[in-house]
């Protein structure tokens, strides 16, 4: 294991994760696209286009230009959706879209930060009311996301208000690290692309994520570790195996449930004595 426990008499530390092809194995916002056409926010043309965007994507072969259009793509497309109704859609269909893309070996570097002290954070170029729920399905501290202009009437205008992408990410890596007390030198940053090279770059401990062939290259040269993630896995399929301490809302439900099969099992006992006299 590479991590210990951090001494909390120094700075905090945090591991900035990217979350596309990093923690997840697809595109965040592109993934929902089915779901969003069943909900009647788009139609079968632009679920075509999603799934040809979410090839493109996956092949490694988006740069900066295709990511670019892209994000016009998907900004023109989500004007005039409503805003709750996406929340809902996303909260609806969370679990079945995006628990079988988690990759394995990305849960268990959460897993392994959180238990060294460190915070967790995701910063993903994705919208925001997709990101914060998976933020929190991973058990992220903090999320850092693309967050669109909504208009008066609750819906988006296609207008973009905060592009959490590359130097931009950089930028707000080193926001937190000032509000929050982050040591950087001593923070770490996964990302797939070369495009995060900014937020990498910000930080002490870099590590290129499945990375693309720009940042394969950058990697190699400056000494950054390369990983590689390959094991999509659902999140209830690693409970049995966890090694790490539970967060304090598990040990609460644990506590609870504990405390009600003792009650339960003293009713069962007094209830065969008083049968048995």
């Known amino acids: 294991m590479l991590w210990v426990v951090e001494n909390h008499s120094l700075p905090r530390t945090a591991a900035f994760f990217d979350l596309d092809k990093t923690v997840i194995a697809k595109s ?82 959460i897993e392994e930060h959180h238990t060294a002290g460190r915070d967790v954070v995701i910063v993903s170029t994705s919208g925001s009311e997709v990101v914060e729920p998976i933020g929190e399905l991973l058990g992220a501290d903090r999320v850092v996301a693309t967050r669109m202009v909504v208009g008066d009437d609750g819906c988006y205008t296609g207008e973009i208000e905060y592009y959490a992408y590359g130097p931009t990410k950089a930028e707000a890596v080193r926001e937190l690290a000032a509000s929050e007390g982050y040591d950087l030198s001593r923070c770490y940053a996964y990302s797939d692309s070369a495009t995060d090279l900014p937020m990498l770059e910000s930080v002490g401990r870099p590590h290129a994520v499945n990375p693309d062939r720009t940042l394969r290259r950058e990697a190699l040269a400056r000494g950054w570790p390369i990983l590689d993630f390959h094991r999509p896995v659902r999140l209830k399929q ?32 007094n209830r065969r004595r008083a049968t048995a006299v």
């Not at 929902?32 to 043309?45: M, V």
């Not at 994507?57 to 740069?63: R, S, W």
């Not at 966890?242 to 099992?265: C, H, K």
């Open 28 to 109: 965040s916002t592109l993934t929902f696209s089915k779901s969003f056409y069943q909900g009647g926010l788009i139609n079968r043309r632009g679920v075509l286009r999603s799934a040809y965007a979410q090839f493109v994507f996956l092949a490694g072969g988006a740069d900066h230009d295709q990511i670019e259009r892209m994000r016009a793509y998907l900004s023109a497309l989500c004007r005039g959706w409503n805003v709750q109704q996406v929340r809902e859609i996303v909260a609806e269909t969370l679990h079945d879209i995006i628990d079988p893309i988690i990759y394995d070996e990305a849960a268990s570097l």
């Open 238 to 269: 690693r409970l049995p195996a966890l090694s790490v301490p539970p967060r304090p809302a598990l040990v609460a439900a644990a506590a609870i449930g504990a405390a009600a099969a003792t009650a339960g099992l003293v009713w069962y006992a």
